[in-house]
């Protein structure tokens, strides 16, 4: 089992950057899949990125494409995404979840989730 925690959300003005980083738990952080998912008010919560265990694959949404750069540090069970060039639609809230069903967009396989953390984005 592992437990996850989010940080470094906050507000930014559109075409700002923001780091956020989940913390995770537990000695077997490198078996698992570790995705990013955000849901906006109202909307359902949806895929953003998504990297394999060992870091090597990853998957991105194509609206953050170019824009969002996921990575992950196995010796300090981290990851983190990266987001540059925010526009006012990717604010949502970000959720961290972990996966051992290797690398996966459906929010359905992961079976480990962090509480979120705020992204606000002014115009």
């Known amino acids: 089992q592992v437990q996850l925690v989010e940080s470094g959300g906050g507000l930014v003005q559109a075409g700002g950057s923001l780091r956020l980083s989940c913390q995770a738990s537990?000695?077997?952080?490198?078996?698992?899949?570790m995705g990013w998912f955000r849901q906006g008010p109202g909307k359902e919560r949806e895929f953003v990125v998504a990297?394999?265990?060992?870091?090597?694959?990853?998957y991105y949404q194509d609206s953050v494409k170019g824009r969002f750069t996921v990575s992950r540090d196995n010796a300090k069970n981290m990851v983190s995404l990266q987001m540059n060039s925010l526009k006012p639609e990717d604010a949502a809230v970000y959720y961290c979840?972990?996966?051992?069903?290797?690398?996966?967009?459906?929010?359905?396989?992961?079976?480990?989730w962090g509480q979120g953390t705020q992204v606000t984005v002014s115009p």
């Open positions: 979840a972990a996966t051992r069903l290797g690398i996966a967009r459906n929010r359905d396989l992961y079976a480990y």
């Open positions: 537990g000695r077997t952080f490198s078996t698992y899949g």
């Open positions: 990297i394999s265990g060992s870091g090597g694959t990853t």
